[in-house]
């Protein structure tokens, strides 16, 4: 059983930054990505990768600020996150196991694994 745990969460001011990482306990294939949930709010789609890295995808309220890569070597999933705003506290999760393309990686359904998430607090 691959077990994902995230780090990276904290409290930072507006306009600052934080990289987010997610380590698998094992090998996965497949897309990575992060979805984030604020409180009282549904989960979201915040950035997806491929296997290869070789395509990206984001939410467009991260887009610009937001970037998503990975270390297959390492087994590990990063985001950086530049120009934090207020809106961005949330729960972030790392999600793996992903196989589809396009618009479907978007979708939280289309992974198999889930770390249990680390808080990211933005103050103004």
């Known amino acids: 059983q691959v077990q994902l745990v995230e780090s990276g969460g904290g409290l930072v001011q507006t306009g600052g930054s934080l990289r987010l990482s997610c380590a698998a306990s094992?090998?996965?294939?497949?897309?990575y990505a992060w979805f984030r949930r604020a409180p009282g709010k549904e989960r979201e789609f915040v950035a997806a990768?491929?296997?290869?890295?070789?395509?990206?995808r984001y939410a467009d309220s991260v887009k610009g600020r937001f970037t998503i890569s990975r270390d297959n070597a390492k087994n590990t999933v990063y985001l950086q996150m530049n120009s934090l705003k207020t809106e961005d506290t949330a729960v972030y999760s790392c999600?793996?196991?992903?196989?589809?393309?396009?618009?479907?990686?978007?979708?939280?359904?289309?992974?198999?694994?889930w770390g249990q998430g680390t808080q990211v607090t933005v103050s103004s």
């Open positions: 999600a793996a196991g992903g196989l589809s393309l396009g618009d479907s990686m978007e979708l939280s359904n289309t992974y198999r694994y």
């Open positions: 094992g090998r996965t294939f497949g897309n």
């Open positions: 990768i491929t296997w290869s890295g070789s395509a990206q």
